[in-house]
């Protein structure tokens, strides 16, 4: 288990562990970083304690969980706190946890090649290219998670500024993919997230939108 005292609050440290991780790699891997590593980058959060990486695939996820082994991570199966995005395994090493994910967080919630394009900034190390996610993006990851500390995150990006049409595009595309009828728990989960929001008197634009579509009204 990782302690409070073992949060990264270095972006360079962050970015040496992805030179690490690319120099080892032997075919490119692109992934999209959508998290608090992203936050701590732009200067709207002090630490983190998870660098949330999302690979376009299964085998890509294998290859990067292979070099993470090699420099002395230690595979191991999520924590309680990681249960509503089901990520399986993570790779721990001190104070570095990598929660990885294939094309996909919250079991049915798919990341769209849309949210791949929305990456706001493009970074190689070696084999490694790396793509920032949008704030929107990582808001709704975050509402979904409900990790220690999100909600504080998730007040943050609210602050910054975020475009609450365009989230609102992205969830309605989301939910309606696969069926209306098709079970989609994250979307409980993102209420839930607003509502803890605006419980703290922050304002959330598309908060009612959202509960209708929990409520499945079309």
Not at 7 to 25: P, Y
Not at 170 to 197: C, D, F, P
Request: glycine share 8%; aromatic share 6%.
């Amino acid at each position: 288990m990782i302690s409070d005292s073992d949060r990264i609050s270095r972006r360079e440290e962050i970015n040496e562990l992805f030179e690490q991780l690319g120099q080892l790699l032997k075919e490119k891997v692109e992934i999209l970083l959508i998290g608090g590593a992203v936050m701590l980058e732009m200067g709207l959060k002090d630490a983190t304690k998870d660098i949330d990486v999302v690979c376009r695939s299964g085998v890509d996820k294998d290859k990067l969980l292979a070099v993470a082994k090699a420099l002395g991570f230690e595979i191991v199966g999520p924590e309680k706190r990681h249960k509503r995005l089901g990520a399986k395994p993570l790779a721990v090493k001190g104070g570095r946890i990598l929660d990885l994910f294939a094309q996909r967080i919250s079991y049915d919630f798919d990341l769209s090649e849309a949210m791949w394009q929305r990456a706001k900034r493009i970074r190689s190390f070696g084999c490694l290219v790396i793509r920032d996610a949008s704030l929107e993006d990582i808001y709704i990851m975050k509402l979904i998670a409900n990790r220690p500390g999100d909600a504080s995150d998730c007040s943050s990006l609210v602050i910054a500024g975020l475009d609450y049409n365009a989230i609102y595009r992205k969830r309605e595309a989301q939910y309606r993919k696969g069926g209306e009828t098709k079970e989609k728990v994250w979307i409980n989960y993102i209420e839930e997230g607003i509502a803890r929001l605006l419980d703290s008197n922050l304002t959330i634009p598309i908060g009612d939108k959202i509960s209708l579509f929990g409520s499945g009204v079309p």
